[in-house]
């Protein structure tokens, strides 16, 4: 009986662990008053965070990372698409330059090739057809220098589904089945996870006659959607399963999804105030430990969008307050990692 106890407690103590672990943040680096590179890497180390995703190679973020022990997703961004998967060399020169220059002593885990790109979105849709063959291209490089251990996919996202409700329903739209499902099958066959941004704040705003507030905050008192035996309390999970559905309907059941990014603004819409912002972050943090509704029990590594507030960001007003922290390194949330 007493053996029985301690298997017990070993095992909600491991599951607490794997929870804790599987939380990063997003780290930009678009301002002219964020702090340097090493003192970001302090940052994360003292506040108990404990992976992080970078957008580019910044060669002084992974000078700083060196011997951290911070795990990383190095993105590649979108513009030097064509160039990977085009120009001889190209791919090889990358990871010499931005892998091999830099490992063992930086802990890169996993390059994402491109961000959000589709083919039925203008502002990425030119990317599209370059995207396979370059993620390709950066595979073979890491396998001709020997670094088996680090993954390649690339950063998708929500509106590459058709359909998405109910969740058990969500199925990849037609426009994009030729562009996504090759990717599936490159993830498939290199054991690579499947990076989705995933954000209810955005869902939210756009449709917030029919999105309950609380619904996208984790804090409906009840189920808001049924969908046969699963029940849903939050969006973030519906989202995540929606995406696990249309994996399963693409040949890609057996993929761990990996949420590459997800925040909430602080300011900038009526929706962006700083209390919905702790509220949604502190309370996804505590929910991805314990996997969605159609995979329970699997704790969902989740990068935070993002480490601070960047000024010089595009768009709407919001985009430029979605920082846990703000430049002079002040905690906006008193959110606790660790």
Not at 51 to 70: H, K, Q, V, Y
Not at 116 to 122: K, L, R
Not at 268 to 273: I, K, Q, R, S, W
Request: aromatic share 10%.
């Amino acid at each position: 009986m007493a053996s029985a106890a301690i298997f017990l407690l070993l095992g909600l103590l491991m599951s607490t662990i794997t929870g804790i672990q599987s939380i990063g943040v997003c780290y930009g680096t678009l301002g002219d008053n964020l702090p340097s590179a090493p003192e970001v890497v302090q940052l994360y180390q003292s506040s108990g965070i404990n992976r992080m995703r970078i957008f580019d190679p910044n060669p002084a973020t992974l000078e700083a990372l060196r011997r951290s022990g911070i795990p990383l997703i190095v993105g590649v961004p979108n513009n030097d698409l064509q160039a990977l998967a085009s120009i001889p060399n190209a791919a090889t020169d990358w990871i010499q330059s931005n892998v091999l220059t830099y490992t063992p002593d930086v802990d890169i885990w996993c390059i994402a090739v491109g961000n959000e790109v589709s083919p039925t979105n203008p502002p990425t849709s030119q990317f599209a057809n370059y995207l396979l063959p370059a993620m390709k291209n950066i595979q073979s490089a890491l396998l001709a220098a020997g670094l088996t251990q680090i993954k390649v996919s690339t950063a998708s996202f929500s509106q590459l589904l058709g359909s998405s409700f109910p969740p058990s329903q969500g199925s990849f739209s037609d426009g994009v089945s030729s562009f996504i499902n090759p990717i599936i099958s490159f993830l498939v066959e290199n054991d690579s996870p499947f990076l989705a941004n995933i954000y209810p704040y955005f869902s939210y705003t756009g449709d917030s006659q029919n999105i309950p507030l609380p619904y996208a905050l984790f804090t409906a008192p009840g189920v808001v959607v049924q969908d046969g035996n699963l029940q849903y309390q939050n969006l973030f999970d519906a989202s995540l399963d929606a995406i696990y559905a249309a994996l399963e309907r693409s040949g890609g059941a057996n993929l761990q999804i990996v949420v590459s990014e997800s925040g909430w603004p602080s300011e900038g819409d009526p929706a962006a105030t700083v209390e919905n912002a702790r509220t949604y972050y502190t309370n996804l943090m505590n929910l991805v430990k314990g996997g969605t509704p159609r995979r329970p029990g699997q704790a969902v590594e989740t990068y935070l969008f993002a480490m601070f507030d960047e000024n010089q960001k595009g768009g709407l007003e919001t985009e430029r307050h979605f920082g846990l922290f703000s430049p002079s390194q002040q905690s906006k949330y008193q959110i606790a990692f660790n």
